[in-house]
Protein backbone atom coordinates (compact mmCIF):
# COMPACT_ATOMS: atom_id res chain seq x y z
CA UNK A 1 0.00 0.00 0.00
CA UNK A 2 2.48 2.68 0.81
CA UNK A 3 4.19 1.95 -2.72
CA UNK A 4 0.88 2.50 -4.47
CA UNK A 5 0.65 5.35 -2.63
CA UNK A 6 3.96 6.95 -3.39
CA UNK A 7 3.42 6.40 -6.97
CA UNK A 8 0.38 8.47 -6.75
CA UNK A 9 2.18 10.90 -5.09
CA UNK A 10 4.86 11.11 -7.62
CA UNK A 11 2.44 10.86 -10.47
CA UNK A 12 0.86 14.40 -8.99
CA UNK A 13 3.74 15.50 -8.51
CA UNK A 14 4.61 15.28 -12.21
CA UNK A 15 1.42 16.75 -13.23
CA UNK A 16 1.76 19.46 -11.50
CA UNK A 17 5.50 20.57 -12.90
CA UNK A 18 4.26 19.40 -16.34
CA UNK A 19 1.13 21.70 -16.19
CA UNK A 20 3.48 24.49 -14.47
CA UNK A 21 6.24 24.53 -17.84
CA UNK A 22 2.97 24.83 -19.65
CA UNK A 23 1.85 28.00 -18.82
CA UNK A 24 4.18 30.89 -20.17
CA UNK A 25 5.57 33.52 -18.03
CA UNK A 26 7.60 36.46 -18.08
CA UNK A 27 10.66 34.96 -19.21
CA UNK A 28 9.06 33.87 -22.69
CA UNK A 29 7.33 37.24 -22.74
CA UNK A 30 6.98 38.48 -25.50
CA UNK A 31 7.12 35.24 -27.65
CA UNK A 32 9.78 35.54 -30.55
CA UNK A 33 7.63 34.63 -33.67
CA UNK A 34 9.75 36.05 -36.83
CA UNK A 35 13.47 36.89 -36.34
CA UNK A 36 14.46 40.28 -37.86
CA UNK A 37 16.17 40.15 -41.35
CA UNK A 38 16.50 43.53 -41.15
CA UNK A 39 18.37 44.84 -38.28
CA UNK A 40 19.99 48.07 -36.87
CA UNK A 41 22.69 49.57 -39.06
CA UNK A 42 21.21 48.10 -42.22
CA UNK A 43 19.96 49.55 -45.18
CA UNK A 44 15.95 49.41 -45.16
CA UNK A 45 14.68 49.10 -49.02
CA UNK A 46 12.13 51.94 -50.10
CA UNK A 47 8.66 50.27 -50.05
CA UNK A 48 7.47 47.78 -53.23
CA UNK A 49 3.98 47.93 -51.95
CA UNK A 50 1.48 50.02 -50.05
CA UNK A 51 3.05 52.23 -47.75
CA UNK A 52 1.16 51.61 -44.49
CA UNK A 53 3.38 53.48 -41.93
CA UNK A 54 5.85 56.75 -42.88
CA UNK A 55 8.42 57.63 -40.20
CA UNK A 56 10.28 61.36 -40.19
CA UNK A 57 11.81 62.87 -37.16
CA UNK A 58 14.82 62.36 -35.36
CA UNK A 59 16.20 58.99 -37.56
CA UNK A 60 19.53 57.83 -38.89
CA UNK A 61 18.00 55.81 -41.62
CA UNK A 62 15.62 56.83 -44.77
CA UNK A 63 14.43 55.25 -47.74
CA UNK A 64 12.17 57.70 -49.27
CA UNK A 65 13.63 61.58 -49.23
CA UNK A 66 14.13 62.39 -45.12
CA UNK A 67 11.39 59.67 -44.31
CA UNK A 68 11.23 56.04 -43.46
CA UNK A 69 8.28 54.34 -45.74
CA UNK A 70 7.34 51.20 -44.68
CA UNK A 71 5.07 48.51 -46.53
CA UNK A 72 3.69 45.24 -44.28
CA UNK A 73 6.75 43.03 -45.38
CA UNK A 74 9.36 45.11 -45.01
CA UNK A 75 7.80 46.14 -41.37
CA UNK A 76 7.55 42.33 -40.07
CA UNK A 77 11.39 42.20 -41.80
CA UNK A 78 11.89 44.23 -38.61
CA UNK A 79 10.99 41.05 -36.67
CA UNK A 80 8.01 40.03 -34.88
CA UNK A 81 6.49 39.06 -31.64
CA UNK A 82 3.38 38.04 -30.05
CA UNK A 83 1.29 38.02 -26.82
CA UNK A 84 -2.21 37.99 -25.36
CA UNK A 85 -3.97 40.78 -23.54
CA UNK A 86 -7.63 41.58 -22.20
CA UNK A 87 -7.53 44.43 -25.41
CA UNK A 88 -9.82 47.31 -23.27
CA UNK A 89 -11.75 48.28 -26.18
CA UNK A 90 -12.40 44.79 -27.49
CA UNK A 91 -13.28 43.24 -24.15
CA UNK A 92 -11.73 40.37 -24.50
CA UNK A 93 -8.10 38.28 -25.11
CA UNK A 94 -6.36 38.93 -28.11
CA UNK A 95 -3.42 37.35 -29.26
CA UNK A 96 -1.62 40.40 -31.11
CA UNK A 97 1.75 40.06 -33.21
CA UNK A 98 3.62 42.96 -34.20
CA UNK A 99 7.23 44.64 -33.59
CA UNK A 100 8.46 45.76 -30.22
CA UNK A 101 8.88 49.65 -29.84
CA UNK A 102 11.80 48.88 -28.89
CA UNK A 103 13.28 47.12 -31.75
CA UNK A 104 11.84 50.03 -33.99
CA UNK A 105 13.90 52.09 -31.98
CA UNK A 106 16.76 50.57 -32.32
CA UNK A 107 16.41 50.36 -35.85
CA UNK A 108 15.82 53.78 -36.69
CA UNK A 109 19.06 54.92 -34.72
CA UNK A 110 16.64 56.54 -31.50
CA UNK A 111 19.01 57.71 -29.28
CA UNK A 112 19.18 61.00 -27.04
CA UNK A 113 18.03 63.73 -27.64
CA UNK A 114 15.03 62.41 -29.61
CA UNK A 115 12.31 61.80 -26.19
CA UNK A 116 9.04 61.24 -28.10
CA UNK A 117 7.19 59.29 -30.40
CA UNK A 118 4.57 61.63 -31.83
CA UNK A 119 1.83 58.77 -33.66
CA UNK A 120 -1.19 60.00 -35.81
CA UNK A 121 -4.10 58.13 -37.10
CA UNK A 122 -5.59 57.78 -40.16
CA UNK A 123 -8.61 60.37 -38.80
CA UNK A 124 -5.74 62.24 -36.88
CA UNK A 125 -6.36 61.23 -33.47
CA UNK A 126 -2.86 61.79 -31.94
CA UNK A 127 -0.52 60.10 -29.21
CA UNK A 128 2.57 60.43 -27.58
CA UNK A 129 5.12 58.12 -26.38
CA UNK A 130 8.24 58.90 -24.62
CA UNK A 131 11.70 57.10 -25.70
CA UNK A 132 11.81 55.93 -21.75
CA UNK A 133 8.54 54.29 -22.13
CA UNK A 134 9.23 52.73 -25.26
CA UNK A 135 12.75 51.13 -23.26
CA UNK A 136 10.58 50.00 -20.63
CA UNK A 137 8.02 47.77 -21.43
CA UNK A 138 7.36 45.50 -24.38
CA UNK A 139 4.80 48.07 -26.42
CA UNK A 140 3.49 46.57 -29.54
CA UNK A 141 3.31 47.96 -32.46
CA UNK A 142 0.93 45.22 -33.89
CA UNK A 143 0.27 44.10 -37.20
CA UNK A 144 -2.16 41.49 -36.41
CA UNK A 145 -4.49 40.60 -34.10
CA UNK A 146 -5.72 36.87 -33.79
CA UNK A 147 -3.08 35.83 -36.29
CA UNK A 148 -4.58 38.03 -39.13
CA UNK A 149 -3.35 41.26 -40.85
CA UNK A 150 -5.87 44.27 -39.41
CA UNK A 151 -7.79 45.88 -42.25
CA UNK A 152 -8.36 49.69 -41.65
CA UNK A 153 -11.97 48.53 -40.43
CA UNK A 154 -11.11 46.54 -37.70
CA UNK A 155 -8.24 49.31 -35.90
CA UNK A 156 -5.20 48.27 -38.48
CA UNK A 157 -2.84 48.01 -40.43
CA UNK A 158 -0.94 48.80 -37.25
CA UNK A 159 -2.12 49.91 -33.80
CA UNK A 160 0.44 50.23 -30.23
CA UNK A 161 -0.63 47.55 -27.92
CA UNK A 162 0.35 47.52 -24.00
CA UNK A 163 1.14 44.53 -22.02
CA UNK A 164 -1.15 45.11 -18.92
CA UNK A 165 -1.87 41.50 -18.50
CA UNK A 166 1.78 40.98 -17.35
CA UNK A 167 2.98 44.78 -16.13
CA UNK A 168 0.40 45.56 -13.16
CA UNK A 169 2.32 48.76 -13.13
CA UNK A 170 0.58 50.15 -16.54
CA UNK A 171 -2.44 51.17 -14.94
CA UNK A 172 -5.66 51.15 -18.00
CA UNK A 173 -7.01 53.99 -16.19
CA UNK A 174 -3.94 56.39 -17.66
CA UNK A 175 -2.61 54.31 -20.63
CA UNK A 176 -5.97 53.50 -22.14
CA UNK A 177 -5.92 56.77 -24.36
CA UNK A 178 -2.14 55.61 -26.07
CA UNK A 179 -4.04 52.87 -27.52
CA UNK A 180 -3.76 54.27 -30.69
CA UNK A 181 -4.80 52.57 -34.28
CA UNK A 182 -5.04 53.10 -37.46
CA UNK A 183 -1.57 54.75 -37.62
CA UNK A 184 -0.76 56.42 -40.57
CA UNK A 185 2.69 58.19 -39.01
CA UNK A 186 5.31 58.79 -36.51
CA UNK A 187 7.69 62.03 -35.66
CA UNK A 188 10.57 61.13 -33.60
CA UNK A 189 11.20 64.13 -31.78
Same mark, same amino acid.
Given at each position: ?57 ? $? ?5 ? /???? $? /? ?35 ? $? ?14 ? /? ?63 ? /?
Amino acid at each position: MPTRFLLLLCAFGLILGLAACSKPGKSDFPRPIIPASINPGDPIPAPSGEVILTISGN $LSVTNVG /DSLQ $L /DMPTLERLGLVKYSVMDPYLNKDTAYTGLLMSDLAKV $LGVTEPAEVFHFVALD /DYQVELTLAQVQRWPILLATRANDEYMSVENSGPTRIIFPYDTHPELNPIRYNDLWIWNIESIKV /D
